[in-house]
């Protein structure tokens, strides 16, 4: 019994260990990830911090001298959401390494799949810890196997 608990106990260390890990290398990406983005005229252009923040707007021709305030704030915001979509797509991609199988984070992320539907096996525990406590399969997710009558 003892072997058993020990085996099962160093294979969980090393999934955790493992995550660790994972978490260290998002941080990372999250310090490198910049989108940037160009509008359409090419007149402007913008850079977004993986933390959405913009840390770069160039303006590359003079074009905007001759348009409306309001025709001006709708490129410059377009091109912006532009860049900040192409960081978000970044951490997405890095981010999607860590998670747990199932839906796709980007999807989960940008609304397009309902959280209560597509996490209900996220509650699972991990399949060690499942086996060390002698779980049947799907009870650990709320599931019971036991009769309510």
Do not use: C
């Not at 001298?65 to 900040?84: C, F």
């Amino acid at each position: 019994m003892s072997n058993h608990y020990e085996e099962s106990m160093n294979r969980l260390k090393a999934e955790f260990d493992q995550a660790v890990k994972g978490l260290e290398k998002m941080q990372e990406s999250l310090d490198d990830t910049k989108g940037k983005a160009r509008s359409k005229s090419r007149m402007v252009s913008a850079v977004v911090d993986g933390r959405g923040d913009v840390t770069e707007l160039k303006f590359h021709t003079q074009a905007w001298r001759t348009m409306s305030p309001g025709e001006l704030s709708k490129v410059i915001m377009q091109t912006v959401n532009d860049a900040r979509a192409a960081a978000q797509r970044q951490m997405w991609s890095a981010v999607s390494e860590l998670a747990p199988d199932g839906p796709d984070l980007s999807e989960l992320l940008s609304g397009q799949v309902k959280w209560p539907e597509a996490l209900s096996d996220a509650h699972r525990l991990p399949r060690i810890v499942e086996e060390f406590l002698g779980v049947p399969d799907g009870d650990s997710a709320g599931e019971s196997t036991k009769s309510t009558s």
